[in-house]
């Protein structure tokens, strides 16, 4: 058995990846990295600033000299990584974690290099592409060669199997002293494991495999098993996701696709907001307005983007940013809002209005024979297909946008 385990084994790599400080990281060096990690990730700003009385407590230090001291050794403590392909080089380079820090009052600021922020950019594709920012937090090179194993040939089934030779060799550990399991396990896959575990969302359980099916048998290979525990939540993500448009789609597996992938990048709130947006606002092909609304954030920038031009020539005289529960409450706030306006052009328009909108709710108008009405009975259609309305005469203009369960808005520009 254990001839066959070792004959037909094969494992992939796609990239050979080194990263790791030039210079060893002491234990304050890691506690420091660890927390500006935590403060990227948290905050997504790349300046920090810290007060002397966090740090000192942080790193347990007495003395601002003690401090500064500290920080001049970290700036010493460059990055160096190297990745290559099929043995040729695909990048490599040095990253320094900090550009620059000043001190003033009673606080440090801190610059982080734009290299090393983006390392935990989930839209920058090229260093999250090589698990530089889960990799920077391990401790030491057998647990990134572990995780990279592991990650790198468990592929679509979660498990792995490998002789106990391979694995040792592939950690460089076959010259060593864990020839013994028990070692081996307790001193190096416990230890590598958890730190997997602590640093991502994987779960790793494996299986001892042995020469013979016995309690003394000689263990001679290991079966893992990996549960990717954001992989699960962004299956469930998705599912509920195409639940609330799949009457809406026709290419099922192309936007299922779309979505998992832009629930990894942006997350559940930006994608169900977007999703919702785009299900009150498409006007033709919702396919091709759901990719625009999540590629360029309608829910945030559609409607200023509309009023912008706008804004920029006309004067703005009334804003209104509000959830409304339903229609009717959204078309009572404007009817107040024409009424009571000191502007008698639209405190004349307000009763036409009303009068559109009772004979919308009625189910019936003729626009010819009642030209006043008509362009008003318009976009409340438009509004109530589509959850747009634009009004415009020759004195105002009137933008509204229904967002049902977020902020709506009501906009009217003077000429």
């Known amino acids: 058995m254990e001839k066959n385990m070792k004959k037909n084994e094969f494992f992939f790599q796609e990239h050979d990846i080194f990263i790791d400080f030039q210079k060893k990281l002491n234990k304050k060096d ?16 790349p300046k920090i600033v810290l007060g002397q009385k966090v740090l000192l407590n942080l790193l347990n230090l ?54 090393f922020f983006n390392i935990f950019q989930k839209n920058k594709k090229d260093f999250r592409a090589y698990n530089f920012d889960i990799l920077l937090q391990f401790s030491n090179p057998i647990t990134k060669k572990l995780f990279l194993f592991l990650t790198n040939n468990t592929g679509i089934n979660d498990f792995l199997e490998v002789s106990l030779d391979t694995l040792k060799n592939y950690l460089d550990l076959n010259n060593t002293s864990y020839s013994r399991f028990y070692d081996f396990e307790k001193n190096i896959l416990t230890v590598c494991i958890q730190e997997i575990e602590k640093y991502t969302t994987l779960k790793i359980q494996y299986r001892k495999i042995k020469l013979h099916n016995t309690s003394s048998g000689k263990i001679i290979g290991l079966k893992f098993y990996l549960a990717d525990e954001n992989k699960n939540a962004l299956e469930k993500n998705t599912d509920t996701l195409i639940e609330g448009i799949r009457p809406l789609i026709k290419n099922a597996g192309k936007i299922r696709n ?49 009023i912008l031009p706008f804004k920029e020539k006309y004067k703005l ?51 010819k024979e009642q030209p006043k009405i008509a362009p008003f009975y318009k976009e409340l259609l438009n509004l109530k297909s589509f959850n747009e309305f634009k009004y415009e005469d020759e004195k105002f203009i009137i933008f509204i946008e229904y ?13």
Do not use: W
């Not at 959204?330 to 009817?335: C, H």
């Open 62 to 115: 007495t003395t601002k000299q003690e401090l500064d001291n500290f920080l001049d050794k970290f700036f010493e403590k460059r990055i160096s990584y190297q990745c290559s392909k099929l043995n040729i080089s695909d990048i490599e380079g040095i990253i320094n974690p900090l550009s620059s820090y000043k001190f003033s009052g009673i606080n440090y600021a801190f610059s982080i290099s734009s290299d």
């Open 403 to 415: 967002n049902k369960n977020y902020d709506s808005f009501i906009y009217i520009f003077e000429k």
């Open 317 to 367: 005289i009334f804003s209104l940013e509000k959830r409304f529960d339903s229609f009717p409450e959204l078309y009572e706030n404007l009817f107040e809002i024409m009424s009571g306006t000191n502007l008698f052009h639209l405190t004349q328009m307000a009763p036409i209005f009303r009068e559109a909108y009772n004979l919308m709710e009625s189910g019936y108008i003729n626009q």
């Open 30 to 45: 890691k506690i420091f990295l660890e927390y500006l990690i935590k403060k990227i990730t948290s905050d997504n700003d």
């Open 258 to 306: 779309f979505i998992t992938l832009s629930l990894a990048n942006r997350g559940y709130n930006y994608m169900k907001k977007n999703i919702d947006y785009a299900k009150l606002h498409y006007k033709g092909n919702f396919e091709i307005f759901l990719i625009e609304a999540v590629k360029y954030d309608y829910f945030k920038n559609r409607f200023l983007k509309i």
